[in-house]
Nanobody, 124 residues
């Protein structure tokens, strides 16, 4: 059973940076497709970024050029480096994983089966 635990959230001023981490247990990180999602109050959960097993990345248009997803398979950690943060980036951020994933252009919630509990990011 894959277990995911996020960390690194917090409060930051607009224009600032944060790095989120997601630790993986119960599986080798190298076997997983992984992604970050976020959900703001009153809104649907949206895909932010995805990284496949080969390291290829996909981003939502709203974060392209500002956010970077990466994975350290040896440490079993997934990262999301967030730069130039905006108030509209405020949300609960979730780590997600799956063993097989269609490589579509969108980061879709339906494709992922394992989820963390989330970490809050607030940009003011």
């Amino acid at each position: 059973q894959v277990q995911l635990v996020e960390s690194g959230g917090g409060s930051v001023q607009a224009g600032g940076s944060l790095r989120l981490s997601c630790s993986v247990s119960g599986s080798a990180a190298s076997s997983l497709y992984m992604a970050w999602f976020r959900q703001a109050p009153g809104k649907k959960r949206e895909g932010v970024a995805r990284i496949d097993r080969g390291g290829r990345t996909t981003y939502a248009d709203s974060v392209t050029g500002r956010f970077t997803i990466s994975k350290d398979n040896g440490k079993r950690l997934l990262y999301l480096q967030m730069n130039s943060l905006k108030p509209e980036d405020t949300a609960m951020y979730y780590c997600a994983a799956v063993y097989a994933c269609p490589l579509v252009s969108e980061v879709r919630e339906v494709d992922f089966g394992y989820w963390g509990q989330g970490t809050q990011v607030t940009v003011s």
